[in-house]
C-alpha cells in the first residue's frame, strides 16, 4: 500500500480533517511528529536509517541526504550510535530504560538529547531524540521515589473523591501544568470532570461533561495503547517524515507508542479554541478498557516536562488506575453481599410447589428489594402479579416483546422511549425497565419513572460544531465556547447498575431451574414426542439385513437420540444416527428439528457431507444454541457402496467373522460450530461384513474411559454369529445411570 491509500477503513492518509470526517482519520499513521524532537527509524541489526524526520538539520546540524541509508553514527557520532546499539542489543524490553542520555555535537555545539527507544515488529527499531532542556529532575529507575509520597496518600484515601483530588494536585505540583483536571467517562463515552487542580486565577472546570465526539473511538483506542500523550507546544508545525512510507514496504508507519508522534489538526483546533497552549494527556484505564484520562492544560505557552517527570505522572496515572479498580470491586462486593441475601429468601420461596411462583417473588422480601424500582410486574405460569406502580397491560406487553427481541436474558433501558420509539407512555408512569426473559414468553419487568435531572456541559453539546469559510469552501471546525451550558435531562430513568442486573440473571438461572423442576409432566410429554418421532418400522431389504434398537436414558430422563432408515428413489438406502447434548424438553425439541431438516436434505438426493454442511449453517442461523453429533451412510445396495460423512460421532465398525475394526471414515467437527467443513468418505461394506452405528450411551461407563466401552465394544462383534441390534445391547455390561443407547446394524450377507 502506498501513501495516500485507505487504512483499516479510515480516510486515505492526506485526506483534509475537519468534523465531517475526523473520526476516521488515521491518526496512528500521520505521517509527521512535533518537531521538540527527531524521530530515526532504524532496521536492526545493521542499524541504517531508512526514515527521518525532515528537522534533522535544524536540531542536529545534519542534512536529511546525508544521513538516509546511512549508519546511525552519521546522525549523532560513533560513540552514541554506540551507545543506542548496545541498549538496544541488551535488552529485549526497551521501555523501562528509557531514556537514554545522549550528548551529540552539533555545529560545534554539545546539546543534550534524551533518546527514547522502541522496538516495532520486522526488525524496525524507532528513535526519538528529544531536546532535554533544563536540568533533568530524575531518571526513570527513580520515578517511584518522586511520586513516593503521593502513592502513600492514594493508598490512604477511602473515596473515590479522595483518589480524584490526590491525584489532580500530585500531577499538577509534578509537572507544572496550569490545570490537571480527572476527567472520567460514562457507559457511553461522555467525559465529566470529577477532580481539578488549577491556577487560581482561571475558571472551574469542575463538574462540566464534555460530550463523547470530543474524542473519537480512534482516538480512545489509541489512549488503551499508549497511556501518556504530550503536545508541548499547541501551535507547533508538523514535521514531515522522509521518505513519508517506509522505501522497502511501501507503507505509512505506525506511530502509535511514538512520543513525538503528531497529533490530529482538529484536535489542536479544539485547544487553541480553549485557549490552551501545551497539553498532556494520561490514560486511566479498567481491566485494559479506557476509564478516564487526566488532562493537563497550560496557558501560558509552551511547557514540556522532562522525560522523567512524565514517566512519573504515568506512574501515578497507573497507581490512580489500580486503585479506582480496588475501590470499584470493594463497593461492588458490598452491594452484592446485600443482594445476595435477598436473592437467597427469594430463591427458597420459590421451592415449594404449594404456592405460585409469581406469589412467592411478591411475598416478604419481593422482587423490589431484590432491585429498587417504582414497580414489578410477573407473568409466569399464567400467574400474572403485579407490586408498586407499573404501566398499563398493553404498555407491558410491548416492553416484554421488546425485551425477547433484545436476544438476551436480561435486557435493560432506561430510556425507553428511545429504545422502544412505538411505545407510547407517560414517562413519569415509566421511563426505564429491567426485563428477565424467561422459557415460553414468560418474564420479570421492573419499571422506573423518569428523573429528571441537569448536566452542566462545556459549551452546548448539540452545537458542537462552527462552519469556518476557507477561500470558496466552507470547513467544519471544532465549537469556540466553553461556558458552562445546563441541559435538563428527561424521559430517562435511573441508570440500571451493575450489581442489579447481576441480581437480576441470578434470580432469572434459579426461576429456570424451579420452572424445569415444576415441569415433570412436560418431560414425560417430550419422551412421547421422541419416541413418536423415531420410525415406527425401517426398511426391508433383499439381500441385507438390518436392524434397529433405541433405549431410553435411565431414571426416564429425555434425551437427544435419533435414529432414521430409509430407502431412496433410485434404491439406495440412507442410515443416520445423531445425539444430540443434554437432556430434557430442549434436546427433544432440537432432536426433532434437526432429525427433520437433516432428513429433508438427504431425501432429495444430498450427498451426506453436504447434507452436515446444511444442517450445521441451519444451527447457526436459526439454532445457534444447538449441539449435536451425526454419522449418515448411503448405501448402494447393488454394490455395497459407501459414502458417509461424520460429525464428531463415534466412528462406526465394520466386523466380519474375524475381526471388527472401525469404518474408513473422517471425522469431521459437531454440528454447532461456527466455519467448519465436513469431510465426504467413501468405502465398500464386502459380502459377510456388517455397518454397526452406535451412541455414545453403549460404551460410556460411570468412572471408566470410553475407549474400554469401545474396546468392549470391538469385543463383542467379533463373537460368531450374527447378532442384530437388539443382541448387542444385552451382551454389553451396564450400570444404573445409563444414557439414551442406539444401535443400527446392516449387514450384507
Known amino acids: 500500500m502506498s501513501d495516500g491509500q485507505p487504512v483499516d477503513g479510515f480516510v486515505p492518509v492526506g485526506t483534509p480533517i475537519d468534523l465531517d470526517n475526523c473520526a476516521r482519520e488515521p491518526i496512528h499513521i500521520p505521517g509527521s511528529i512535533q518537531p521538540r524532537g527527531v524521530l530515526v527509524v532504524l532496521r536492526e541489526p545493521a542499524f541504517v536509517i531508512r526514515q527521518v524526520s525532515a528537522n534533522v538539520a535544524e536540531l542536529l546540524g545534519r542534512a536529511v541526504d546525508e544521513v538516509l541509508g546511512q549508519h546511525l553514527s552519521a546522525l549523532i557520532g560513533i560513540d552514541q550510535a554506540a551507545r543506542v546499539q548496545q541498549a538496544a542489543s541488551t535488552f529485549g524490553e526497551l521501555r523501562q530504560r528509557n531514556p537514554l542520555e545522549c550528548h551529540v555535537e552539533v555545529n560545534g555545539d554539545v546539546r543534550a538529547f534524551d533518546a527514547i527507544l522502541r522496538r516495532e515488529p520486522g526488525g524496525v527499531l524507532l528513535v526519538e531524540l528529544e531536546i532535554a532542556y533544563g536540568e533533568r529532575p530524575f531518571s526513570f529507575p527513580n520515578t517511584y521515589q518522586a511520586v513516593r509520597s503521593s502513592v502513600e496518600e492514594l493508598n490512604q484515601a477511602t473515596t473515590l473523591t479522595e483518589l480524584y483530588n490526590t491525584t489532580a494536585r500530585a500531577v499538577r505540583d509534578l509537572t507544572g501544568f496550569d490545570r490537571v483536571m480527572v476527567y472520567r467517562y460514562d457507559a457511553h463515552y461522555n467525559g465529566e470532570v470529577v477532580a481539578e487542580a488549577k491556577r487560581d486565577d482561571l475558571n472551574p472546570f469542575l463538574g462540566l461533561h464534555y460530550p463523547s465526539t470530543d474524542i473519537p473511538a480512534q482516538a480512545r483506542a489509541l489512549y488503551e495503547k499508549n497511556w501518556i500523550r504530550l503536545i508541548s507546544d499547541v501551535d507547533y508545525t508538523p514535521t514531515p517524515l522522509v521518505p513519508a512510507v517506509d522505501p522497502e514496504t ?25 485557549g490552551v497552549h501545551a497539553s498532556m494527556s494520561i490514560s486511566l484505564l479498567r481491566r485494559g478498557r479506557l476509564w478516564g484520562l487526566i488532562a493537563c492544560h497550560h496557558y501560558a505557552g509552551p511547557h514540556l516536562p522532562p522525560f522523567g517527570t512524565r514517566a512519573a505522572a504515568e506512574f501515578l496515572g497507573s497507581t490512580l488506575s489500580l486503585r479506582l479498580v480496588d475501590q470499584f470491586e470493594d463497593d ?35 422482587l423490589l428489594d431484590l432491585v429498587p424500582a417504582d414497580g414489578v410486574v410477573v407473568n409466569i405460569d399464567g400467574d400474572t402479579e403485579v407490586r408498586g406502580s407499573v404501566p398499563p397491560t398493553d404498555v407491558v406487553a410491548t416492553v416484554a416483546e421488546w425485551a425477547r427481541g433484545a436476544g438476551d436474558d436480561v435486557a435493560s433501558s432506561e430510556c425507553l422511549s428511545q429504545d422502544v420509539p412505538a411505545l407510547r407512555i407517560d414517562p413519569q408512569v415509566a421511563a426505564g ?42 470547513r467544519l471546525s471544532p465549537r469556540r465556547s466553553f461556558e458552562r451550558w445546563r441541559e435538563v435531562v428527561r424521559e430517562r430513568s435511573e441508570p440500571w447498575t451493575l450489581t442489579e442486573t447481576e441480581s437480576a440473571e441470578a434470580l432469572r438461572r434459579h426461576l429456570v431451574e424451579s420452572l424445569y423442576r415444576r415441569t415433570r409432566s412436560a418431560l414425560r410429554m417430550a419422551e412421547t414426542m421422541q419416541l413418536s418421532l423415531l420410525p415406527d418400522s425401517i426398511p426391508t431389504l433383499e439381500n441385507w439385513q438390518l436392524s434397529a434398537y433405541y433405549e431410553p436414558a435411565a431414571g426416564g430422563r429425555v434425551g437427544g437420540d435419533w435414529y432414521d432408515a430409509f430407502e431412496l428413489r433410485d434404491g439406495r438406502l440412507v442410515v443416520v444416527l445423531g445425539d444430540v447434548a443434554g437432556h430434557g424438553i430442549t434436546a427433544a425439541g432440537t432432536m426433532a428439528q434437526l432429525r427433520n431438516a437433516l432428513r429433508a436434505q438427504l431425501f432429495v438426493g444430498t450427498e451426506p457431507a453436504a447434507a452436515l454442511r446444511e444442517l450445521n449453517e441451519f444451527c447457526e442461523h436459526l439454532m445457534p444454541r444447538a449441539f449435536a453429533t451425526v454419522v449418515i451412510a448411503r448405501i448402494d445396495l447393488q454394490s455395497g457402496r459407501v459414502e458417509a460423512a461424520c460429525a464428531g460421532h463415534l466412528i462406526p465398525y465394520l466386523t466380519n467373522s474375524v475381526r471388527a475394526f472401525q469404518a474408513p471414515i473422517k471425522l469431521s467437527p459437531p454440528i454447532g460450530l461456527k466455519n467448519v467443513t465436513y469431510a465426504a468418505s467413501t468405502f465398500t461394506i464386502e459380502p459377510g461384513h456388517r455397518l454397526v452405528m452406535y451412541s455414545d450411551g453403549l460404551v460410556e461407563r460411570r468412572g471408566e474411559a470410553i475407549d474400554d466401552g469401545i474396546n468392549r465394544l470391538a469385543e463383542i462383534l467379533t463373537r460368531p454369529g450374527d447378532a442384530p441390534a437388539s443382541r448387542i445391547r444385552e451382551v454389553m455390561e451396564w450400570d444404573d445411570g445409563h444414557d439414551d443407547v442406539t444401535i443400527v446394524t446392516l449387514r450384507r450377507p
Do not use: C
Open 250 to 274: 511501501g507503507t505509512p508507519l505506525d506511530l502509535t507508542y511514538a512520543t513525538l508522534r503528531s497529533v490530529s489538526p482538529i484536535h489542536i483546533e479544539y485547544l487553541q479554541n480553549m
Open 332 to 366: 461492588q462486593l458490598h452491594r452484592r453481599l446485600t443482594s445476595q441475601a435477598v436473592l437467597a429468601k427469594l430463591t427458597a420461596a420459590t421451592l415449594g410447589d404449594d404456592e405460585p411462583i409469581a406469589s412467592a417473588l411478591l411475598g416478604a422480601p419481593d
Open 433 to 474: 425497565a429491567l426485563a428477565l426473559n424467561l422459557p415460553d414468553a414468560q418474564y420479570a419487568i421492573w419499571f422506573r419513572r423518569e428523573v429528571q435531572r441537569s448536566v452542566d456541559w462545556g459549551g452546548d453539546p448539540h452545537n458542537k460544531a462552527i462552519a469556518v469559510s476557507e477561500g470558496d469552501e466552507v
